[in-house]
Structures are given as structure tokens and as C-alpha cells.
């Protein structure tokens, strides 16, 4: 029975151990765990830094867009005011071209190349009208910030008003010579104003004048859509793209209107 105490002795070591183990691998267990929370915690107090610093960056870049979206409106706007400033400046060009409208031309302009007398009348029509207030500068500033159709019907408005002070100048120097370009005129009219083509090809370059109230009505109703913050459609880009084509024939070709 010597054996007795021994068993008890190792039996009482190996509880002894077992708990030991036990309550060493439980202490392990927690600090890893506890080590684990804090690493997990950092982890998501730097995620969640990061998220406010996201969503500042985010709210930082929304308020910069809708602050140059602003500033882009009001020089849009600017630009309308422009653009119709141009076309008021030509009020007085306007009523030359109504007079000219009157005119015969062809038979003016020999008239005026053998009769002094002619000339001076033509130059008392013109006496009142200062191409200097023609406000071209405006206009141009305006260009990059308006649609291309108000461009379009600008320059359409421009180039009839331009032949007739173009004309006015021939007969107040005799030149017998019709210096304006008619075919390229009616293409453009054509191209601006499409649904009067018959008419236009029926009376060509001598009856362009009426047309300018129309083309005044179309700038106004195209500043209106860019007010709305309407964009260009595929229609209206393909419309201004004919009537700039056209434009770009009348005025760059050679040096004659």
C-alpha cells in the first residue's frame, strides 16, 4: 500500500498541473482577446477617421463644384446681356438696312458711280448711323459662354445688317461694283431660318432685311434657354453647325460680305 501516498501525490500534482494549465491558457486566451479588441477597435477609430476625413474631402469638393457651377451661371448670364447689348448696338444699322431694303441697288449704284448729286444723298442717309457704336467686342466676350445657336443666329443677324452697311458705303462712293456676296447670303438666311427657304430662294439676297425681327426672336429664345439652364440638343447643334458653316463662307472666303 506504499504506493498509495504516491498515486495520491501524483494524482493531486497532475490536477494541480491541469488546473494550472487551464488557468494559464485562459489568461492567454484573454489577452490575445484583449490585445485583439484593441487592435480591432484602432482599426475602426482610424476607419472611422478616415470616413469623416472622406466625407469632408466629399462635402469640400461638392462645395467647390456648386461654387464654380455658380460663378459659371452668372458669367453665362453676363454673356446673354452681352450678346443682346451687341444687338442693340446695331439699332441704328438696323434702320439702314430698312432704308436699303427700299433700294434698288443695281440701278443706285450706277446711278451714284455717275451722279455726285446721288452720292451726297446717300451719304445724308448714312449721316446719323456711327459704325464705332456697333458694340462686335461684347459679342465676341460673350462667345464662349453662350450656346452655339445663339452664336449662330448672331452671326446671321450680323451678316445682313453688315451687307447693307457694306451697300450704303458703295453708293456713298460711286462704286458701281456690289461688293456683298448673294449666294452665300441666302445660304446662310436658308440655313438659319429653314422654313422660309422657298421665299428666300424665290426673292435671294434683296429681301434679307426682313428677316432680322425672326432672327431677334430666335436670339431672345435661345438667351431664355440658357436662363433655364437648357442644354443643346442634337438638333439645335446640327441647326447651329449649317448656320456657322454658311457664315464662315460669307465672311472669310475673301474680304467682301
Known sequence: MDWLPSITTTTLLG?????????????LQNSVRHEFDEKLENIRSKIREKESQIEALRSGVLDGVSHRQAILYERKLKATEEIWAAVSS????KQISEIMSQIKFEAAAKESEKNPQAREIFKAVGKSFDPEKIDALSAYRARPFVSKLVWAYYSAYKAIISQSILRLEALKSGWEQDFSKSEEMVALVKAALPHHGQHIEKYGNENVHYF????????????ENILKGKLDDNESLNTAANILKAADALFNNDQRI
Open 90 to 93: 446695331m439699332a441704328a444699322a
Open 212 to 223: 432680322l425681327d425672326e432672327l431677334e426672336t430666335k436670339i431672345l429664345s435661345e438667351i
Open 15 to 27: 490536477a494541480a498541473l491541469w488546473l494550472c494549465r487551464n488557468v494559464l491558457l485562459q489568461r
